[in-house]
């Protein structure tokens, strides 16, 4: 059993900060990338950022130069440091995972999701 864990999510106004945490815990062999998603009322949920375990990351343009992706590979938990928020990026955020539970099977989990409202 695995399981994604988030936390850091809230109401921020149009400027400020936000810091993401989601951590992964039960049979975990490996975890090859890590991420965020992103889906906002009425709209198709959206890749935000992803980082694997060797560090290598990559942005959604909306993003590139506000958010940062890191990692703690010991604790297998994944970051989100979210500067200069803006109202367009409201939305729930998921926590992403590519995992494998032995060297033979892996497959993709989820996070729960946590809002995050920027809004004066």
């Known amino acids: 059993q695995v399981q994604l864990v988030e936390s850091g999510g809230g109401l921020v106004q149009p400027g400020g900060s936000l810091r993401l945490s989601c951590a992964a815990s039960g049979s975990i062999f490996s975890i090859n990338v890590m991420g965020w998603y992103r889906q906002a009322p009425g709209k198709e949920r959206e890749l935000v950022t992803t980082?694997?375990?060797?560090?290598?990351?990559i942005y959604a343009h909306s993003v590139k130069g506000r958010f940062t992706v890191s990692r703690d590979n010991a604790k297998n938990t994944v970051f989100l440091q979210m500067n200069s928020l803006k109202p367009e990026d409201t939305a729930v955020y998921y926590c992403?995972?590519?995992?494998?539970?032995?060297?033979?099977?892996?497959?993709?989990?989820w996070g729960q999701g946590t809002q995050v409202t920027v809004s004066s």
């Open positions: 992403y995972a590519a995992i494998r539970i032995n060297p033979y099977i892996g497959n993709d989990y």
């Open positions: 980082i694997t375990s060797g560090g290598s990351t």
